[in-house]
C-alpha cells in the first residue's frame, strides 16, 4: 500500500511567515511523528501522536511550532513566524498501534528554507 | 553530551570492502536498537531492529549491540555502489511506542 505523504516536498519562506506541513500517515497505524533534520544532523524528535491519547510534545523547541491530528489521521505541523534557523527537513513517520514493533515508516519529508 | 554518538564521516571505501558504522550512548535505560538508512533527498528507511545484547544478520548485514559497553554496530560486507547512503542509528526504551533517539548519522560512499 501507500506509504507516509508529506506535502509540500519543498517550501521556501520568508522570515516572519507561518507555514504549515502536512502529512499523511500509512493506513491503520495510530502513532505519528515530526522529527527535523538539520543539515548534516541527525534527526531530533518533535511531538508524538499515539491514537486519542494527549500527544508528547517534549520536543517542541519553542511555542512559534504546534502540531494537530485530525480525526486520528492526517496531521499538520505549523511553524508561525518563521525565522532562519527554521531550515530544515521536517520528517514525518508512522507506525504500528501501541503492542507491535515500534518501526516506524517515514515520508520523504519536506524541504522549508526561510529566507 | 548528546545521548546518542555517531561519528559523521564522511567514510569512503573501495567496492567489496567490510563497512563498520558504530554509535555509543549514554541512557542505560536503552533497550531497542535500530539502523536506518537514508538515500539523499529520502526518508529514512529501517534496515535493522534488534533488542537487547548480542547479533542480527540479514543478508549482507549484521547489526551488534553490547549494552554493557552502550556500543552498537552495523556491519555491511562485500560493500556495493548502492550502499551509498547516510546511516543512521536509532534507539528507545520501549519496543512499542514513544519517540527514538537518533544518532548524527554516518555518511558512506562505496566507490565502484
Known amino acids: 500500500g501507500a506509504g507516509v505523504s508529506q506535502s509540500p516536498s519543498n517550501k521556501v519562506t520568508e522570515k516572519g511567515k507561518d507555514v504549515e506541513l502536512r502529512c499523511d500517515p500509512i493506513s491503520g497505524h495510530t502513532a505519528l511523528y515530526w522529527y527535523r533534520q538539520s543539515l548534516g544532523q541527525g534527526l531530533e524528535f518533535l511531538i508524538y501522536?499515539?491514537?486519542?491519547?494527549?500527544?508528547?510534545k517534549s520536543g517542541l523547541p519553542s511555542d512559534r511550532f504546534s502540531a494537530e491530528r485530525t480525526g486520528g489521521s492526517v496531521s499538520t505541523l505549523t511553524i508561525q513566524r518563521t525565522q532562519q534557523e527554521d531550515s530544515a527537513v521536517y520528517l514525518c513517520?508512522?507506525?504500528?498501534?501501541?503492542?507491535?514493533?515500534?518501526?516506524?515508516?517515514f515520508g520523504a519529508g519536506t524541504r522549508l528554507s526561510v529566507l | 553530551q548528546k545521548e546518542v554518538e555517531q561519528d559523521p564521516g564522511p567514510l569512503s571505501v573501495p567496492e567489496g570492502a567490510i563497512v563498520s558504522l558504530n554509535c555509543t550512548y549514554s541512557?542505560?535505560?536503552?533497550?531497542?536498537f535500530m539502523w536506518y538508512r537514508q538515500y539523499s533527498r529520502k526518508g529514512p528507511e529501517l534496515l535493522m531492529y534488534?533488542?537487547?545484547?548480542g547479533n542480527k544478520e540479514d543478508g549482507r548485514f549484521t547489526a551488534q549491540v553490547d549494552k554493557s559497553s552502550k556500543y552498537i554496530s552495523l556491519f555491511i560486507r562485500d560493500s556495493q555502489p548502492s550502499d551509498s547512503a547516510t546511516y543512521l542509528c536509532?534507539?528507545?526504551?520501549?519496543?512499542?511506542?514513544?519517540?527514538?533517539?537518533f544518532g548524527q548519522g554516518t555518511t558512506l560512499q562505496v566507490k565502484p
Open positions: 534488534t533488542y537487547s545484547s
Open positions: 541512557n542505560s535505560a536503552f533497550q531497542y
Open positions: 501522536f499515539q491514537g486519542n491519547s494527549a500527544p508528547d
Open positions: 513517520a508512522s507506525s504500528l498501534p501501541t503492542g507491535a514493533k515500534n518501526i516506524q515508516y
Open positions: 536509532a534507539m528507545s526504551p520501549s519496543g512499542n511506542t514513544g519517540k527514538l533517539i
